[in-house]
T-cell receptor
Framework: GQQLNQSPQSMFIQEGEDVSMNCTSS?????WLWYKQDPGEGPVLLIA?????ELTSNGRLTAQFGITRKDSFLNISASIPSDVGIYFC????????????FGQGTRLTINP | KAGVTQTPRYLIKTRGQQVTLSCSPI?????VSWYQQTPGQGLQFLFE???????NKGNFPGRFSGRQFSNSRSEMNVSTLELGDSALYLC????????????FGPGTRLLVL
């Protein structure tokens, strides 16, 4: 099925470091979403972006909706152990369908 | 406000059996979507229901079906289970009032033996 190109696939960092991940698509989306998933649980919404060029923060997290509407990035500043998990980007189109298209995920591991 | 709930959380079935999973959306949410998550394929969209009608469907065989009730609760059914149906099945709800985002439940982990 269709997927977004998310990179990197995995990251191994030291606690306190900043993290950056991004997603690109050949398709335009109306909304970009970033989720975090812990093992055995469902994805939890971190940030939602609704307009091209929009830059939104949620605590130590910052995400931007690319101006072309085909990409988005997520930054995590000053990482802490609870940031460990898998981060997914998702693109959403409107117009009668609520279908989300997901990236492959970025697995974040933090060395204390 | 309570989140999306899914039952059961874990399920073990054998090939050829059928299974029904249940999802209760966030109160007031009328749209329910289902996703399958596997290590190989990632998160894949199954279908979406709104006001008891299926509005969109992903690329899954007809063995995968669903329905939505008048109280917005939804069920999905998989018939004639195959080993490859082992996955985490996730339900997400949204209210559809303008620019809406989807909120996920914890999922049902299905293992087919």
């Amino acid at each position: 099925g269709q997927q977004l190109n998310q990179s990197p696939q995995s990251m191994f960092i030291q606690e306190g470091e900043d993290v950056s991940m991004n997603c690109t698509s050949s398709s335009i989306f109306n909304t970009w979403l970033w989720y975090k998933q812990d093992p055995g649980e469902g994805p939890v919404l971190l940030i939602a972006l609704y307009k091209a060029g929009e830059l939104t923060s949620n605590g130590r997290l910052t995400a931007q909706f690319g101006i072309t509407r085909k990409d988005s990035f997520l930054n995590i500043s000053a990482s802490i152990p609870s940031d460990v998990g898998i981060y997914f980007c998702a693109g959403q189109l409107y117009g009668g369908a609520q279908k989300l298209v997901f990236g492959q995920g970025t697995r974040l591991t933090i060395n204390p | 406000k309570a989140g999306v709930t899914q039952t059961p959380r874990y399920l073990i079935k054998t090939r050829g059996q059928q299974v029904t999973l249940s999802c209760s959306p966030i109160s007031g949410h009328r749209s329910v979507s289902w996703y399958q998550q596997t290590p190989g394929q990632g998160l894949q969209f199954l279908f979406e229901y709104f006001s008891e009608t299926q509005r969109n469907k992903g690329n899954f065989p007809g063995r995968f079906s669903g329905r939505q009730f008048s109280n917005s609760r939804s069920e999905m059914n998989v018939s004639t289970l195959e080993l490859g149906d082992s996955a985490l099945y996730l339900c997400a709800s949204s209210s559809l009032a303008g620019q809406e985002t989807q909120y996920f439940g914890p999922g049902t982990r299905l293992l087919v033996l």
